[in-house]
């Protein structure tokens, strides 16, 4: 088995090969299977690493053959300009050179904007206090930040003069010009999250009346992505790609998660376009600087993983195309170590199992999670009829066996608690973690709901376990934390899988019937809760609502006239879909279940046919036919099926009653639950006549 923790004599794996071996007997669906890796000849030349405040590489720098110009990566050699680099032809034509310095040299209009950003940055104390207030309520969960190192730039920063940036601005570091970028994301991370007792001193930031936080926030929010664009893409440094990671972050909390996955991906190609995902060389012989090269190689390490873990993780909630291919990275894994406040004076070994956590720990099992991405979604491609349904069990079999490895500090059962008192954000990272990575396991069986038994059932058992674990984590958390985007999230999607399973087939699992009902109504709550503080919540909490009010009609109906009851109301619009697959005006049970002409099963048969459960690995019927109806199939991108959170972010999927609207639920102090039992619950939002949706709608409420 692969050490997860490279010691310092062990040969340390980069990310590709960490992956590649992860996934060495899994299906070759995954295109991590593949046998090629990076060439020596694509490694980038070593880079040499200064001061924590002119932190510069090769690639931070201007490229020798202007790849400005041309387009051409300045890492990879197969192209032009590496071929060039290899006759060691460096200055094909020196006029072509024309980085953002010459810019701020010859534009005034530049060095002017430029100016006017940075001069928006509060006052040095109100500065550093925020700064401290990052580190202690948000940075534990993005981990990309070591205090120590930006103390030092941010000092550096404070000392720059102001002639610095009125008359030489041109000759300060592309570090240094990009560094208050990051300080701008810092600022508006702390304010969205900032607690209720706070000093008093941050009152001087609110300049208008009524003016909140959240606006401040926004603000310099915005400051630094204007910052960072202004400075162009080719003038990236690692600056610049912490404040687009921090800033995919805010619009994610913010409730703008598709700005948040345009952004994140737009950050990858920085963080490509700086080589910060290739490995590097330390070349510097003084071992004091070696030494702290080596932690600046770790903060590296941590952002590019950090990347991935979030490319890959939007990936499978929303849906969305992923954009790291791990083959293009040969960058190492970090190790799970604390950075010293002296990085000159200890060198980065990994802890032991039997020492204090620390705050990446818990991303770096989270990473051996995201691995599964790729492969889990080339399943889904299939539809919700796999070819191997063996590679489903396997890929399940490796993520518990991922779940059961988590160390006794990060698991939830028989959970090691002695270092929850020295480490506040143990707690929290641990129900993140198994929720993140139990979500995973709900997603492997998610397109098979509706086809396959057994996956029913695990998708159940996944989403229960969520929703318990998030109901632990929602008591854990202070208020200040009720905006992070995953408290709805998961809450949602494993609320509405839930209720889905039961509806679909209410004769299966209904011992599991009454904890699922809790589970929703607990997850309800939260949801109302959270509304006045979380953008997302508010929607959220009313579709959710809509789904209980009929999950919990099958307690008290008869099962199977429920079900002919669903397929009476939808089946003219299943008929519309597949007329040859529903015969008969009344839609009859059938009890043999084939349709003769195509050999498949009708969407009848699948849901009504409740007096045995269908064979485990036995489909009910083809892709192509009413299932793709019922699950909402857009666009025959079957990999977006059932991406239910997707829904509300890109579909304004939203829930209506009559007396109940999103407006009249102000942050919990209206329970949904004091609705009439007879309001009548519909969903409504940009999804086709076929969609799960609207099959939901003809789904009848519990009265």
Not at 166 to 188: E, G, N, W
Not at 318 to 339: A, E, F, Y
Not at 661 to 668: L, Q, V
Request: proline share 5%; with cysteine.
């Amino acid at each position: 088995m692969l050490p997860m923790y490279p010691s310092g004599k062990a040969k340390r794996l980069s990310l590709w090969e960490f992956s590649s071996r992860a996934n060495k007997n899994t299906s070759n669906h995954s295109r991590h299977t593949s046998n090629s890796t990076p060439s020596s000849n694509d490694k980038p030349p070593g880079i040499i690493f200064g001061s924590s405040d002119e932190t510069t590489s090769t690639h931070d720098s201007s490229p020798d053959i202007q790849s400005i110009d041309f387009g051409y990566s300045n890492i990879s050699s197969n192209n032009s300009l590496g071929i060039f680099k290899r006759l060691g032809i460096d200055h094909i034509n020196p006029e072509l050179h024309s980085n953002f310095s010459k810019r701020l040299e010859n534009d005034l209009a530049v060095q002017e904007r430029y100016r006017s950003l940075v001069c928006a940055l509060p006052s040095r104390p109100i500065v550093e206090y925020l700064t401290r207030q990052f580190f202690v309520n948000v940075n534990w969960y993005y981990t990309i930040l070591d205090e120590n190192a930006f103390a030092d730039q941010l000092h550096g920063w404070f000392e720059t003069p102001y002639t610095a940036l009125t008359k030489s601005l041109s000759k300060l570091s592309a570090h240094k010009r990009s560094f208050p970028a990051l300080v701008f994301q810092v600022l508006s991370l702390a304010l969205q999250l900032l607690p209720p007792e706070y000093d008093k001193l941050l009152d001087q930031l609110k300049n208008l009346p009524g003016q909140t936080f959240d606006d401040i926030a926004e603000n310099y929010s915005e400051s630094g992505i204007s910052l960072s664009n202004l400075l162009g893409k080719t003038n990236a440094t690692l600056s610049s790609v912490q404040a687009g990671f921090l800033r995919s972050g805010f619009l994610k909390n913010s409730g703008r998660v598709t700005d948040a996955w345009h952004l994140l991906g737009s950050t990858i190609k920085d963080a490509y376009e700086i080589g910060l995902h290739r490995e590097t060389a330390i070349e510097s012989q003084v071992p004091e600087e070696m030494i702290e090269n080596l932690w600046n190689v770790e903060m590296r390490r941590r952002l590019m993983m950090n990347l991935y873990i979030w490319d890959s993780g939007m990936a499978v909630v929303l849906g969305r195309p992923m954009t790291i291919d791990l083959r293009d990275c040969d960058i190492k894994l970090p190790t799970d170590t604390s950075i010293p406040f002296d990085r000159k004076g200890k060198l980065p070994f990994g802890r032991s199992v039997y020492e204090k956590p620390t705050s990446i720990t818990s991303r770096l099992h989270e990473y051996q999670v995201a691995l599964k991405t790729p492969e889990l979604r080339s399943l889904q491609l299939e539809g919700p009829y796999p070819k191997d349904y063996s590679i489903v069990e396997a890929m399940h079999k490796d993520i518990v066996d991922l779940i059961q490895n988590f160390p006794a500090t990060h698991r939830v059962d028989n959970t090691d608690t002695s270092w929850d008192s020295d480490c506040p954000w143990l707690r929290t990272q641990r129900e993140s973690l198994c929720s993140t990575a139990w979500y995973y396991l709900l997603s492997v069986h998610r397109p098979y709901i509706f086809s396959i038994a057994e996956s029913r059932r695990e998708a159940l058992e996944a989403s229960l376990k969520i929703l318990r674990s998030q109901e632990r984590l929602f008591r854990s958390i202070e208020v200040q934390h009720h905006k992070m985007f995953g408290l709805v999230f998961y809450t949602f999607d494993a609320s509405v899988l839930s209720g889905a399973v039961f509806l679909a087939r209410p004769n299966e699992n209904s011992e599991l019937l009454p904890e699922a009902l809790h589970c929703m109504e607990l997850a309800i709550s939260r949801l109302q809760h959270l509304s006045s503080r979380n953008a997302l919540a508010r929607s959220a909490s009313l579709v959710l609502e809509a789904v209980f009010q009929r999950t919990k009609k099958i307690q008290s109906d008869a099962r199977p006239s429920l079900a002919t009851e669903l397929i009476r109301d939808v089946g003219q619009s299943l008929q519309q879909t597949n007329p040859g697959g529903l015969e008969g005006e009344e839609y009859p049970i059938s009890n043999e279940g084939q349709n003769e002409e195509n050999g498949s099963h009708s969407l009848c048969n699948d849901i009504l046919n409740l007096s045995e459960p269908y064979p485990t690995h036995e489909f009910s019927f083809d892709v192509n036919d009413q299932m793709a109806a019922a699950i909402g199939d857009r666009s025959n991108d079957s990999s977006s099926s059932l991406n239910l959170m997707a829904d509300i972010l890109f579909s304004d999927l939203a829930a209506s009653s009559s007396g109940v609207t999103a407006d009249s639920i102000d942050g919990g102090a209206e329970s949904l639950n004091e609705v009439s039992a007879n309001s009548q619950w519909f969903f409504e939002g940009d999804f086709p006549e076929n969609s799960f949706w609207n099959f939901m709608n003809h789904v009848p409420v519990s009265q």
